[in-house]
């Protein structure tokens, strides 16, 4: 019987050892730390996961403050938003919530950022420094999915793991700290252009599917007794839901999830322990002044 990984369960123990320690800053007159969050536009996923950040931020003690800017807003107004962030001693982190307008070059506003205030870890700077294994913001979610693997005692050790997905915010960085020294699995990155895709995946001890193409993963690609990590969160039409809509993982839960020793769920998986990342690197961005 396979066990499921309960991300909001670990996400919600993680803020509360975050929130001790934000009240033990206080009760030393040290500073809260701050989280200052970039919208631009009205796009309705972005609105919910901001939402979701500031409300964190309020369960753990931290301040946060909320810039929002119109969709017509010019690349030079967004970066001067930038800059004056960089430079306001108040905010220990900020983010700039992605996708920007069609006319932002999302790169050069990324670039724009302080790496020392860089909590998404999505600067260059951050990169190369996790690449070289120097202390650095781990981007949210190769954070969530390595924090997850430890909380439940999953051994990564010299085990085979394939990522599907070579994305810059997920396959790409995950492959990199799973492979680093303390964590040693053995890596292998699979991604569109790959071949005999579904061989190699069968092969994982631990399996993380990051493509974003819902129940792309079947049992026919997974090892009897694997761990299976689902990053994906993609909105599919849905009768049952209010909304209209629901998310829907990379993997086909109902056919895998028999043959796993381990398997996230979708929602409640990998997407809560995104936020407590954030969280963790604006505690370290406040704690490292
Ligand atoms: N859009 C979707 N996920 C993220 C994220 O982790 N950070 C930012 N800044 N934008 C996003």
Known sequence: MYKLIDGKQVASLI?????????????EGRKIPHLAAILVGNDGGSETYVAHKVKACEEVGFESTLIRLPESVTAGELLSTVKSLNINDSVDGFIVQLPLPAHIDEEMVTNEISPDKDVDGFHPVNLGRMMLGMPSFVSATPYGIVELLR??????????CVIIGRSNIVGRP??????????????????????????????????????????????????EGAVVIDVGTTRVSSESTKSGWKLAGDVDFDSVAPKC?????????????????????????????
């Open 174 to 223: 995950l492959s990199i700290l799973l492979s680093q020294k303390g964590i040693d699995a053995t890596v292998t990155v699979v991604h569109s252009r790959s071949e005999g895709l579904e061989k190699i995946a069968a092969e994982a001890d631990i399996l993380v599917a990051a493509i974003g193409k819902p129940g792309f993963v079947k049992a026919d690609m997974v090892k």
């Open 261 to 289: 020793s381990f398997i996230t769920p979708v929602p409640g998986g990998v997407g809560p322990m995104t936020i407590v990342s954030l969280l963790r690197n604006t505690l370290l961005a406040c704690s490292r002044k």
């Open 151 to 160: 909380r439940y005692g999953i051994d990564t050790a010299g085990r085979r």
């Open 15 to 27: 803020k509360s050892e975050i929130a001790s320690e934000v009240l033990r800053r206080k009760s």
